[in-house]
């Protein structure tokens, strides 16, 4: 369990590029466990930026243990407290309510506004004393036997025992580090997005409901949905809209989002959704394309000295809700298999990070195309016919995902991960397959294997056996 207090220096000096999610949680992560941390952000200054973020039980649980709960104390006020997410047909009736998850898991989920979550993160990091530097970008990765290193775009050379790529989606450090150049697809969707107050919904009798408390609505419609949240008592709302978009685009980004292309998508829909969306300031509005990438056959380098994590190694799709929370739980692992591994071992714990990271994140990231897929593809015809059909249309809480403890379970299967990697063997079954370990034989079938071998495409890795396996089980 995370100590209380902080762990007595490792000797292990670890150097994390990119202060998101992730990065802030390996570097905070990373100093409880002992660990000599510095913190690079490209940034140069912290900037409350973004709209709604999720962070589910799983990454709750992490939250909760930092600074004896004084963070989680902080984002309670800040985060959604509503009882219920309330999914409609596209045209106004109910179709199911799936009660929040809340401390159903054991500890309680934090959805808010990424950057005022963001900076209590940084805040707490910078009490605990992590040395953070700002303006600071990286622009190479090394490594040899005894060490991995960075070097800055002003020149600076850095050195550490290990070093993490925690610099999101569009992540230097994948193809740095990789030599992979996995160049992204379009998902064939885009997210319209925003946040503003509800003072102008307020004075309307169709969206004053949205003024008056916290709530969680959702509609569905043929390839769209659209999620509406009010927070802070009904001070801010946020939604966001997912839709199909074939525009061909380099990566993931974000352009302004413009009210008459919403409505050409929902202008029929439920009246309170057109209501809102009229209502929207447009300059609050983003239109953010999401693409796709391949799963990466490996998050780490050939010396075991860099890793990546976070969106940099896996990005995720809106409909999984765990993005953030993934890359959180990156971080705890990393730092307690390079605890548990110590300073003569330091590529053990990045090896053993991999190995318990991996198949966790690839199934989290299913359940977001799984989720999207049920809600844009139901029968709508029918959606109401039955209850079944009606509940269906749920939003699933897998307790595989959400009881999770990320460092109790990290610190309980490190010693036979360890013993398997040290062994050479391919994978530790208790723990689910892991990278690089599927291959096609000589009749195409997918099969286990061993790294020695030509990586499956990702697509393989999906269709071949990855999907069925997991979708079943969500
Ligand atoms: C500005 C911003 C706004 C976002 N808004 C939302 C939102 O509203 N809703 C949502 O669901 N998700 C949002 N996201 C994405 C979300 O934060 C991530 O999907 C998730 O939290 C995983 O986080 P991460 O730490 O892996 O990556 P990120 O949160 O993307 O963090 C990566 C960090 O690395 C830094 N970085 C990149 N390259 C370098 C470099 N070469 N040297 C040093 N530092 C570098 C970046 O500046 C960034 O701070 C946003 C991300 C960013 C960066």
Redesign the pocket.
Known sequence: MVSPTQHPPSGIKVII????????TAAIECHNKGHDVLL????PEL?I??????LGPNAGRIIERWGGGSVARELHPITHNNKELVMHRFDGPVVTRTPVTGLVFGSPAFNG???EL?RCFFAFAQQQGIKIRLG????EYFEDADKAGVVLENGERLEADVVVG????????RALVLGYDDKPRSSGYAIW?TWFTTEELAKDPLTKFFSEGDTHNGWIGPDVHFLAATLKNGRDVSWVCTHTDEKDIEESYSFPGKIEDVLKVVGDWDPVVVKLVKMTPEENMVDWKLVYRDPLPTWISKGARICI????AH??L?TSIQ??S??MEDGVVLACTLFCAGKSRVPLGVRAYERIRYERCRRAQLMGETVRDKWHKADFDNLMSSEDNMRAMDLPHPPWLFWHDAEKHALDVFPQVAKDIEAGKFGTEDIGLQTGVLRRDENGTVVVGNRDFEQPTGEELVQGLVKEQLTAEL
């Open positions: 590029v990119g202060a998101g999610f992730g990065g802030i690079l952000e490209a940034f900037k930026l973004g709209d709604v973020i999720s506004h990424r950057g963001h600071a970008r990286v622009v925690a610099d999101g989606v569009k992540s230097q450090a997005r994590l976070g969106d940099a990005p995720f809106p993005g953030a993934q890359a």
